[in-house]
């Protein structure tokens, strides 16, 4: 069962319920996605942790796509072949799941979820809690097919984000995109034209879970983000 009614894609959300009853499926692998001390603090059973920073360049810091053989063995790793469904959670209003969701559906794997409430509904809806660590998964398969339609370069912003059928919508803090704070970047400040919405805006802080989709929309037509437009987010 989804709680995701009203999305164009309701498929990529679960409920607690759902992730309760699938569990223990053969070919279902649990992501926790959070650090090892949320990791550690308990966990859905069966769940494996995903490495710590594995989507920051190890000499820079910055975030960046794994290479394809290093995404590959870090899936293997979790026991994600070809064919396993993943669910993702997080502690963070699903900040982090959906950046294994989107790296995941990058490299051509699509079959992934996310726990809609994450964590935070996993326990308040009274769901088992697991500290053990799960056994070291089965060897499987995991054939990157990188999805280059889905990742924006620097050069295709710069020629398009001053079209009229194109939006850019800045995902990050007011702060960020005032230019008042700088989180490590070298420049601040937003891309020319680029319109402001925080990712958080449309998650509720209380539950962790998306807001409904109606209300999602209404914020979105607000700052002009509509179907018929090419969206560029950051």
Same mark, same amino acid.
């Given at each position: 069962?989804?709680?995701?009614?009203?999305?164009?894609?309701?498929?990529?959300?679960?409920?607690?319920?759902?992730?309760?009853?699938?569990?223990?499926?053969?070919?279902? @692998?649990?992501?926790?996605?959070?650090?090892?001390?949320?990791?550690?603090?308990?966990?859905?059973?069966?769940?494996?942790?995903?490495?710590?920073?594995y989507e920051k %360049?190890?000499?820079?810091? +910055?975030?960046?796509?794994?290479?394809?053989?290093?995404?590959?063995?870090?899936?293997?790793?979790?026991?994600?072949? %070809?064919?396993?469904?993943? @669910?993702?959670?997080? /502690?963070?209003?699903?900040?982090?799941?959906?950046?294994?969701?989107?790296?995941?559906?990058?490299?051509?794997? *699509?079959?992934?979820?996310?726990?809609?409430?994450?964590?935070?509904?996993?326990?308040?809806?009274?769901?088992?809690?697991?500290?053990?660590?799960?056994?070291?998964?089965?060897? @499987?398969?995991?054939?990157? +097919?990188? /999805?280059?339609?889905?990742?924006?370069?620097?050069?295709?912003?710069?020629?398009?984000?001053?079209? %009229?059928?194109?939006?850019?919508?800045?995902?990050?803090?007011?702060?960020?995109?005032?230019?008042?704070?700088?989180?490590?970047?070298?420049? @601040?400040?937003?891309?020319?034209?680029?319109v402001h919405l925080?990712?958080? /805006?449309?998650? %509720?802080?209380?539950?962790?879970?998306?807001?409904?989709?109606?209300?999602?929309?209404?914020?979105?037509?607000?700052?002009?983000?509509?179907?018929?437009?090419?969206?560029? *987010?950051?």
């Amino acid at each position: 069962m989804t709680t995701a009614s009203g999305f164009t894609h309701p498929e990529y959300l679960v409920d607690a319920a759902w992730v309760e009853t699938h569990r223990g499926d053969a070919n279902l @692998v649990i992501v926790d996605c959070d650090v090892e001390p949320g990791y550690n603090r308990g966990h859905i059973p069966s769940a494996v942790l995903v490495p710590d920073n594995y989507e920051k %360049d190890p000499d820079s810091g +910055r975030l960046h796509v794994l290479p394809p053989d290093k995404f590959a063995a870090m899936c293997q790793g979790l026991g994600i072949g %070809d064919h396993t469904l993943v @669910v993702a959670y997080d /502690n963070s209003q699903s900040l982090y799941a959906a950046r294994l969701w989107w790296a995941l559906s990058y490299y051509g794997h *699509t079959s992934v979820k996310i726990l809609d409430g994450g964590w935070r509904r996993w326990v308040s809806e009274g769901h088992t809690v697991s500290f053990a660590r799960p056994k070291a998964p089965p060897e @499987v398969q995991f054939n990157p +097919r990188p /999805n280059q339609a889905i990742l924006a370069k620097v050069d295709e912003l710069k020629a398009n984000c001053s079209l %009229d059928d194109v939006i850019v919508w800045d995902v990050r803090s007011a702060a960020e995109y005032e230019g008042t704070n700088s989180r490590g970047n070298q420049r @601040v400040g937003h891309v020319p034209g680029a319109v402001h919405l925080e990712y958080l /805006n449309v998650m %509720d802080r209380e539950t962790h879970r998306f807001k409904p989709a109606a209300d999602i929309r209404r914020m979105l037509m607000a700052k002009g983000i509509t179907p018929e437009k090419r969206v560029y *987010t950051h």
